[in-house]
């Protein structure tokens, strides 16, 4: 069983999601998703433990030995993405049914498990694949169950949301597409190691084009600044449950996926000295942060500000990238995680409020510190962790992006980076000014979350809380993904 | 004219390519946004299809007497990728009719007039 982990790490989730629509009876189908999530969840700590003890884990696909086969590669980065991939969705899946509940009809939540398991399985299979054109497959995967999620919103502006995230992550799949394509005339390999060795991009044409079409269509599906437009409107109207796991993992994963190309298939010298990628995503990651962070000072809806908040974090792990040292390549790689747990644990905080309240508008959560005390006070702990505040996990990333910064001698980055965390400061005190320090409306009592909603957030905060004093796990495993990205193609 | 003629195909591609992006990007009515991305998306799959082509080759099933054989790789990912593209139609198509449902019309600024009414 255990050396197949790699193929059932995919398979496991991707084969419950159509059981899940046979089996159409809630009772049946919440325990058994959930069941296949937490079983995702395990054998993606078994992964990680296998790949940081013995090095990148190859798997043959059906037996057909690479580079004819496709072949399953697991190194540390990519281990690393599956699990954090795999415990949000199981986590998130645990707090999902009532939260589900209360936002989707009843009849539909088959439907839901199932999109919610796909989508899994595609994010999954992004960051554990070996072949180029698999790559495409499992984000098409995820992109198109995640449409569907997001459709499941009560306000019908999900549906113009939905189609805006649907046409813009489509131009981005077909501009990723159209990369490969040219990749793979020049060199006639799909698997990315063998690709690695084949493609000598200096000095060739094709080459330059299939960068520029990957970059862009990347950083389509990442939501970089000025390419974030899709991302506000879908988190905000999504049910509760989608935009937590969303926005924790998809647009992880595409920097993921950004990594990848970057450092593995192109190397460092092209991306970075023939092409000036760095030169070009510094800034744009910089005004990502600025802007973005500043937008969201002034929503009134809160969903909404913490996507804009999403979007200046993507910023900050661009900025890992486009560092290219080890420091902060690791800055870079240790916010996907950070950020995936500080920002699920927030919007499952606002799941909770929208469960109780029925609103995620500002003005509604007037007083919230008093009604809702243990949940505004997690929301305060991510807010900290956003802000950077040490003790949290956003402070270990920003304090390698920072350290990263420096040692290039990118003081003016440094700074910024800096004052960005000032106008966090801002969006977040603007929340809990409202829930703390105003009034609740008349007649309004205590009415804490129930538990089922709470733990699952708790869970996630606490982690934030818990990855900010031990960054033995995080920390390290990023500083391997980093110098094994560094080091080179393979 | 060697250009011309000999990456006659590429052209094409290019050509297919441009008016799917532009119909996705330019055009209000969300029904012509899913043409001009499926326009797009064929483009794609004819620049697949052309690279795997080798010119006197045949399909690639094994036979006697037969050298040359076309690429089979780019065809097979293809077929693939076309299963993509009519997922992705069909759930536009789906999300189009619930939003004639909800909105009553399905031009992008009416709908976005529709939203800053109710916002």
């Known amino acids: 069983m255990s050396e197949h982990l790699p193929a059932l790490q995919i398979v496991v989730p991707m084969i419950a999601a159509p059981i899940c629509v046979l089996l159409r009876r809630r009772a049946l189908v919440w325990p058994f998703a959930l069941a296949a999530a937490w079983t995702s969840f395990g054998s993606s700590i078994l992964l990680l433990r296998r790949v940081l003890q013995s090095g990148p884990w190859s798997y043959a696909m ?208 092209f991306a970075f000295e023939r092409m000036p990628l760095d030169a070009t995503l510094m800034p744009l990651a910089l005004m990502g942060i600025v802007v973005a962070s500043a937008v969201a000072i002034f929503q009134t809806n809160v969903k909404r500000l913490l996507a804009y908040s999403s979007i200046a974090q993507i910023g900050y792990m661009v900025l890992g990238i486009s560092l290219a040292t080890e420091t902060g390549l690791t800055g870079g790689i240790v916010h996907l995680f950070n950020h995936a747990i500080t920002k699920g644990g927030l919007f499952l905080a606002m799941g909770c409020i929208a469960y109780r309240i029925g609103s995620v508008r500002r003005e509604d959560t007037r007083g919230l510190g008093r009604r809702m005390p243990v949940t505004m006070f997690l929301w305060v702990l991510g807010g900290l962790s956003l802000i950077g505040v040490p003790g949290t996990a956003g402070f270990v990333s920003k304090w390698y992006l920072v350290l990263g910064a420096l040692q290039s001698g990118f003081w003016p980055v440094a700074v910024l980076l800096l004052l960005s965390s000032l106008l966090a400061v801002a969006y977040v005190w603007r929340v809990v000014e409202t829930a703390y320090f105003r009034e609740p409306p008349e007649g309004s009592k205590r009415e804490e979350a129930p538990l089922s909603l709470l733990l699952p957030a708790c869970a996630l905060i606490a982690a934030t809380v818990y990855f900010g004093f031990e960054t033995s796990l995080t920390a390290d495993v990023a500083k391997t993904a980093a110098s094994q990205l560094l080091g080179g193609r393979p | 004219m060697e250009t011309l003629t000999g990456l006659f195909n590429y052209w094409i591609v290019i050509v297919l390519m441009m ?96 939203d800053r009414e109710g916002a």
């Not at chain 1, 554990?128 to 054109?133: A, M, V």
Request: proline fraction near 3%; hydrophobic fraction near 55%.
């Open chain 1, 62 to 269: 059906g037996g057909w030995a690479a580079p004819y086969g496709i072949e399953y590669r697991a190194d540390a980065a990519g281990a690393f993405v599956v699990f954090f991939v795999a415990a949000l969705g199981a986590i998130v899946l645990t707090y999902a049914p009532r939260s589900v509940d209360r936002e989707i009809p009843r009849g539909k939540h088959h439907l839901f498990c199932a999109a919610y398991l796909l989508c899994m399985t595609g994010l999954q299979g992004i960051a554990i694949t070996g072949d180029l054109f698999n790559v495409f497959v499992f984000l098409e995967i995820s992109a198109l169950s995640s449409y569907a999620l997001i459709s499941l919103g009560a306000e019908r502006r999900a549906l113009t949301a939905t189609f805006q995230s649907l046409v813009m992550g489509t131009i981005g799949a077909t501009f990723i597409l159209i990369g490969v394509g040219l990749l793979f005339m020049m060199t006639g390999t799909l698997n990315m190691v063998d690709m690695a060795q084949r493609l000598q991009p200096e000095g060739q044409r094709t080459a330059l084009v299939a960068f520029a079409f990957l970059s862009v269509g990347i950083a389509t599906k990442m939501a970089l600044f000025p390419l974030h437009l899709w991302l506000p409107n879908a988190y905000t109207y999504a049910p509760s449950v989608v935009t937590a796991f969303l926005a924790a993992t998809s647009t992880k994963v595409s920097v993921y996926i950004g990594l990848r190309f970057i450092f593995h298939i192109f190397g460092e010298s």
């Open chain 2, 19 to 114: 008016t799917g992006f532009y119909i996705a990007i330019a055009r209000g009515h969300l029904v012509k946004k899913v043409i001009g991305l499926n326009i797009f998306q064929t483009s794609v799959f004819l620049m697949y299809i052309t690279m795997g082509k080798v010119r006197g080759g045949t399909a690639p099933i094994l036979k006697d007497g037969v050298e040359t054989y076309t690429h089979p790789l780019p065809g097979v990912l293809i077929l693939t990728a076309i299963v993509v593209g009519v997922a992705t139609t069909a759930v536009a198509l789906a999300l189009i009719v619930r939003i004639k449902e909800s909105y009553g019309t399905i031009e992008e600024d009416e709908l976005a007039a529709a």
